[in-house]
């Protein structure tokens, strides 16, 4: 999960220097194409399926469609936002999935849980706030990146019970590799910035083959933390994170939040981990329940 934490801003550090001349849907591509191609010799080795059963198509095409956006989001986000300020809107995805599974699903959640999901949407605002005088409209693409995200682990949670990861993670990335290429085949000449495509030069082959690289490598990683530790013990790992962004964000591009965006992201931090910790409380209260010998 640490290796997660460390390798996954990297991939942001790629995608925001070959953002510079670059389509934000030529990064996103790439990130999915290279890898399917990595992912592809992993999945042979290990004897998985390369079909994917018809009664999944619907799910994984949701999936990927989601995703999509999601990383073609915070892609046009960070190409002018610090990577901290963008990636802590986008930790705002677990409090959707919370307020979502509430709400809609109807699932058992407390008043404390809610609350903390409360305080950190106002965690959000205030990194946003500066962001959107700073950049305009694209300081809101990172809530579109959490909505986004918070759709497709809603979609993995039904998926992840039916497919082995590794198999998961390929089929996702040839469903939104095949996405790509209307988008981009329409973007093409009708005027749209952030879909025009352009011939690499130079440097910028090594930073879209890293997007791929590196959004390969961290999913791995996180992956196979999940297979070995239960997701109550590895989320509070996640924000570590935030600070590997911000001293990226740092030292590549001399971006450091504000000390209202700080404020922002100190309680998204907080109220995450508090949202987490009743989440254990409630687990081992429930377990205790069902352990106590019934007379």
């Known amino acids: 999960m640490l290796g997660f934490c460390i390798t996954a801003p990297l991939l942001d550090v790629a995608a925001k220097l070959a953002s510079g001349t670059i389509a934000v849907g030529q990064i996103t591509a790439a990130r999915f194409i290279v890898q399917c191609v ?44 610090p990577l901290a300020d963008a990636l802590a809107i986008v930790f705002v995805a677990p409090f959707i999935v919370l307020l979502v599974g509430k709400f809609y699903l109807k699932e058992e959640v407390g008043p404390r849980r809610v609350g903390a ?81 352009v011939w690499p030069n130079g440097i910028n082959w090594l930073w879209l083959l890293g997007v791929g690289f590196f959004a390969t490598l961290s999913h791995m990683m996180m992956t196979y933390a999940l297979s070995l530790a239960p997701s109550s013990t590895l989320a509070p790992l996640q924000y570590l994170e935030l600070p590997v962004a911000t001293l990226l964000g740092y030292l590549v591009f001399n971006d450091f939040p504000n000390s209202i965006s700080l404020a922002g992201i100190a309680i998204i931090i907080g109220s995450g981990l508090y949202m987490i910790h009743r989440e254990r409380v409630n687990a081992l209260q429930l377990v205790t329940k069902r352990a106590a010998p019934h007379i």
């Open 38 to 81: 990595l992912m592809a010799p992993v999945v042979w080795l290990m004897g998985l399926p390369f079909k994917v059963a018809r009664k999944q198509w619907l799910a994984m095409l949701l999936r990927a469609t989601f995703l999509l956006t999601s990383t073609f989001c915070f892609i046009a986000a960070i190409r002018v936002m």
């Open 117 to 197: 999901a409360a305080v950190g949407f106002i965690g959000v605002l205030l990194v946003i706030q500066p962001s959107f005088s700073a950049f305009g409209a694209v300081a809101f693409f990172p809530v579109a990146t959490a909505v986004g995200f918070a759709c497709y682990i809603m979609v993995t949670r039904s998926l992840s019970r039916q497919m082995h990861p590794i198999t998961l993670q390929f089929h996702t990335g040839t469903f939104a590799s095949l996405l790509c290429l209307p988008m981009l085949a329409f973007g093409q000449g009708a005027g749209f910035e952030f879909l025009e495509l």
